[in-house]
């Protein structure tokens, strides 16, 4: 009889019980929560970059243009170019050496998510030019 109960008890150590079979799940399930957690973090802060981006590209564009083909000293422009936004503003220079002869050029472009714009570039040039 103690032979039945010496494999009785053998059969039962081969495999995992459930409370095991459930832990090793959750463990499982959990590890696979952080790693979608980690690739969506990632993929969101890419597509943020890739907006900012963009963003600083049309940016310099407009900024290059501004500076030698947009005369005035009060200028205020707004476009699209594809998907994003931008603004242009040329006025007088209002700094520490404020002087008439200086203008101050702003481009600003894309919009983040708290509605402020992504990327905002200034530069100085003589009036009039």
């Given at each position: 009889?103690?032979?039945?109960?010496?494999?009785?008890?053998?059969?039962?150590?081969?495999?995992?019980?459930?409370?095991?079979?459930?832990?090793?799940s959750?463990?499982?399930?959990?590890?696979?929560?952080?790693?979608?957690?980690?690739?969506?973090?990632?993929?969101?802060?890419?597509?943020?970059?890739?907006?900012?981006?963009?963003?600083?590209?049309?940016?310099?564009s407009?900024?290059?243009?501004?500076e030698?083909?947009?005369?005035?000293?009060?200028?205020?422009?707004?476009?699209?170019?594809?998907?994003?936004?931008?603004?242009?503003?040329?006025?007088?220079?209002?700094?520490?050496?404020?002087?008439?002869?200086?203008?101050?050029?702003?481009?600003?472009?894309?919009?983040?998510?708290?509605?402020?714009?992504?990327?905002?570039?200034?530069?100085?040039?003589?009036?009039?030019?």
């Amino acid at each position: 009889m103690q032979r039945g109960g010496t494999q009785h008890r053998g059969q039962r150590e081969r495999g995992f019980t459930l409370p095991e079979a459930l832990v090793a799940s959750a463990i499982v399930a959990a590890m696979l929560g952080v790693t979608l957690n980690v690739v969506q973090n990632s993929a969101r802060a890419a597509r943020i970059n890739e907006e900012r981006r963009a963003a600083l590209l049309v940016a310099q564009s407009q900024m290059a243009v501004a500076e030698v083909a947009v005369p005035g000293r009060f200028v205020s422009r707004e476009g699209r170019s594809g998907a994003i936004a931008w603004e242009l503003r040329i006025e007088p220079y209002r700094g520490t050496f404020a002087s008439p002869a200086v203008d101050q050029i702003t481009v600003s472009a894309g919009t983040g998510p708290s509605g402020q714009p992504l990327v905002e570039l200034t530069t100085l040039r003589v009036a009039g030019t």
